[in-house]
């Protein structure tokens, strides 16, 4: 192929653009992570550094023992990963049911469940908080997860089912001819098979529910049952002036996330562009 | 979960899967989707419409629209509102505009791809607890690095300025979190749909003797305009719903309620002023104004568009 010149001062353009780019988006975390290394003198010197003076761990060490933090860090762990395994659990029962199975009223359960999809979930919450009270849920880990579930089931079903309809279904007429029943096609055909899309569906669903605040902000008052967003929402308001404190708290908050992006980076793309799911 | 005990049991869940197990398979999602999504949809509704009394729900007193009447009388909410029109109006383009870029210059045959793109999609992955906190303090009145830049690198103010005291000001640093964290996010969409697009017709145009500014006018616009719609649609719902930054960085409205947005307002009424029937009413406002405005894009946006 000719390459003109127009497109070697574009080349040059592109790579301008984006390093500035990356640097707008990646400063603010470089700063973060700085600012967790100064000790509390150095976070508001002026003029601002960007690398530390004498960096320090004592930030860290006092972020981890404050208060609850541990406990926080183990709820959010506990809650994310209960609400991972449910949801992969009954939406892929679900999305079997919806993509392989006739049964009437099909039709308008799925587009029900699909009205899930439309909701902004701040919006639920005044009446999800007064149900939560008279189930007994307020205060407790088993409400966020059972909350969060609902709040993920129909993207995550929607998601699923369109994946179960890509694979082709000679396999599974080869296994009815074998004598095999449904359960033996879901566990043996669809599930093996749909490893990528369940993937898709795991990861999306830890990081929603590692990051959720609205809810757990309203539903849980005891400290020792706050998850991390709420508590580090919390913890800044308590230590307002402490940054670097805030910002290692942050910065271990935010490690979960960054291994499980790392690791699960192409399914990223996959999720995002086949569902239009956001976060 | 609830079904923990039954998938233990094989033959059991065998049996009910043979015959007509559809509805069975769907008991445990339907019954978590209409408790905590659906019905609450509707007790929500009904709240809107009632003087409710949270110690005792049923003598509350049913009071018609005027729940709603008080939220559009409200200068607290029309100032609410405001906040949350000018944001969309700020955050949506700038998206749009931003992301656009990234994904036209990702698109390119550059060195490194694998690393931008992490690079640009760690702000979407990011909690929006975290980010807002790290915004406060970018925009910090006294040591901020933002002032820090305008002042003594760029000399384009002669003081501090104290974004996150003022009403106005704070507005500022919201509008920027809206769109910083947001471009990733929609870069990755635009880059979907710009590598749909068959690479034969560039080609063709570039045989025609057009330019890179032609190309991107008249095939990769025009081309990607289903996508341009979808995320119009889907980030305007998003900018409606700015809650968790507002409530963040203004400490909930702070100073004199000037400074919500819609749904940080009905935090507020609701659970600090236990207002529960205000708060259903703003929440069915907003899900009625962005279904409106919604409908509308769609119907101005949309236009076949032939390959």
Known sequence: MLITKEEKTFRIITYVLLIFGVVITLLPFLYMISVSFKSQIYTFEYPPRLIPRNPTLENYINALSKDLFGRNFLNSLFVATATTISTVFISALMAYAFSRMQFPGKEVLFYILLLGMMIPPVMLIIPQFIIAKYLHLLNSLWGLIVVYVAVTLSMQTFLLRSFFETIPRELEEAVLVDG?????????VILPLSKPGLSVVAIFTFLYAWDEFPWAHVAIRESSRRTLPVAIALFQN????????????????SIPVIIVFIIFQRYFIQGFVT???RR | MKVGNEILNKSFFKKILKSKGAYFLLLPGMGLFLTFILFPLIYSLRMSFYKWNIVNPGSSEFVGFSNYVKVINDPIFIRAAFNTIVYALMTVPGQILFALMVAILLEQKIRGRTFFRVAFYITVITSWVIVTLVFEYLFSGQAGLVNFVLKDVLHLVNEKIMWLANPILVMIPLNLLGIWKGVGWSAIIFLAALQNIPPELYEAAIIDGAGIWQ????????????TLVFLVVVLTIGAFNVYISGLLMTDGGNPLDLSHFILTLMYKKTFTYLDFGYGSATSYLLAAFIFMISVIQIKLLRRRVEY
């Open chain 2, 215 to 226: 190309k991107i006018t008249k095939i990769t616009l025009p081309l990607i305009r289903p």
């Open chain 1, 180 to 188: 095999g029943s449904n359960w033996v096609i879901f566990t043996k």
């Open chain 1, 238 to 253: 308590q230590y307002l002036t402490q940054w670097g404190l805030v910002f290692a708290a942050t910065t271990v908050a």
């Open chain 1, 275 to 277: 569902t239009g799911l």
